[in-house]
């Protein structure tokens, strides 16, 4: 069965401390992982799309890695307004568009 | 502005009531997604359609019921059949394609339902 496991549940940190937040999984085969920001009360935003083992991308203080059974999403000197929930997914290899497999969420807390 | 559009962003419903919570999205996407979003639970997925006049059962589909009459829209009815329907609801689009670059989800902004 495909599995999306996300670590720690939530996560407090002083502003400027930087951190990094976990996604293992499991399935068959990936297509593709997912990380997505969501803030409370609103829909997930995406931030990126990871492929291969070995594949990084950078948007602001956000860097996404892949291995190839878990992501870790690297927060450099966060600020307060990176609070909030970050989300992990991913789609298993079976064929194209197949639903997403989502974790269960890091609650991010940036404390001034 | 192209996007995805949920609404409403509440609905209350007696229970025993059907109700219906509306997604209309204009990105020119083929494939649109129903999800349910409990307190400290990731989201689980409903029902999904590819194509017009066709969709398939998600994780959770009981009680809950979906068409696909149009490109653009997929509104999705809670039924009275499901027991505990108090949830935020999620609505996302995405492409139909071969690369695997295509396959990214957009969410809408959300529907929170709540039965009283």
């Known amino acids: 069965e495909d599995q999306v496991t996300q670590s720690p549940e939530a996560l407090r940190l002083q502003e400027g401390e930087s951190s990094s937040l976990n996604c293992s999984y499991t399935?068959?085969?990936?297509?593709?992982l997912f990380w997505y920001r969501q803030d409370p009360g609103k829909g997930p935003e995406f931030l990126f799309t990871?492929?291969?083992a070995g594949e990084e991308k950078e948007k602001e203080r956000l860097k996404a890695t892949l291995t190839k059974k878990e992501s870790f999403l690297h927060i450099t000197a966060p600020k307060p307004e990176d609070s909030a929930t970050y989300l992990c997914a991913v789609q298993p290899i079976y064929s194209g568009n197949t639903p997403l497999v989502f974790g269960k969420g890091t609650r991010l807390s940036v404390i001034a | 502005d192209g996007g995805i559009t949920q609404s409403p962003k509440y609905l209350f419903r007696k229970e025993g009531q059907n109700v219906t919570l509306s997604c209309e999205q204009n990105?020119?996407?083929?494939?649109m997604y129903w999800y349910r979003q409990d307190p400290g639970q990731g989201l689980r997925l409903i029902y999904y359609?590819?194509?017009?006049?066709?969709?398939q059962k998600g994780d959770i589909a009981e009680g809950y019921s979906v068409s696909r009459e149009k490109k653009e829209s997929f509104p999705l009815t809670v039924t009275s059949a499901q027991k505990n329907p108090t949830a935020f609801y999620l609505c996302?689009?995405?492409?139909?394609?071969?690369?695997?670059?295509?396959?990214?989800?957009?969410f809408g902004p959300g529907t929170r339902l709540t039965v009283l």
């Open positions: 359609s590819q194509i017009v006049n066709d969709f």
């Open positions: 996302a689009s995405s492409l139909l394609g071969g690369a695997a670059s295509q396959d990214t989800q957009y």
């Open positions: 990871l492929y291969s």
């Open positions: 399935v068959s085969g990936l297509r593709g």
């Open positions: 990105l020119n996407h083929d494939a």
